[in-house]
């Protein structure tokens, strides 16, 4: 079993920037992506950014350009820095991480708002 306890979330002004943390804890053999997911309010979760153990990463459209994901394997670590942030990021993010098994944190919410 793997836990993933997610930090970071929070109020943040238009402009301004975010750095999400997730670290992973339990029984982990190896770790084949991580990354983050987000949720709107009556939406569906959707791809944030994950990525791969080979360092491979992945965006959504929306993000790019603004958002990195950083990993410490050493940690079983994944960070999520967000910049350029606007009203449109506020969501619940989720962190993930595919062990073999998927793996979702309880997310932590950002509130992007003047």
């Known amino acids: 079993q793997v836990q993933l306890v997610e930090s970071g979330g929070g109020l943040v002004q238009p402009g301004e920037s975010l750095r999400l943390s997730c670290t992973a804890s339990g029984v982990i053999s190896m770790i084949y992506a991580m990354g983050w997911y987000r949720q709107f309010p009556g939406r569906q979760r959707e791809l944030v950014g994950i990525?791969?153990?080979?360092?491979?990463?992945n965006y959504a459209e929306s993000v790019k350009g603004r958002f990195t994901i950083s990993r410490d394997n050493a940690k079983n670590t994944a960070y999520l820095q967000m910049n350029s942030l606007n009203s449109e990021d506020t969501a619940v993010y989720y962190c993930?991480?595919?062990?073999?098994?998927?793996?979702w944190g309880k997310g932590t919410l950002v509130t992007v708002s003047s």
């Open positions: 990525m791969t153990s080979g360092g491979t990463t």
């Open positions: 993930y991480t595919h062990t073999g098994v998927e793996y």
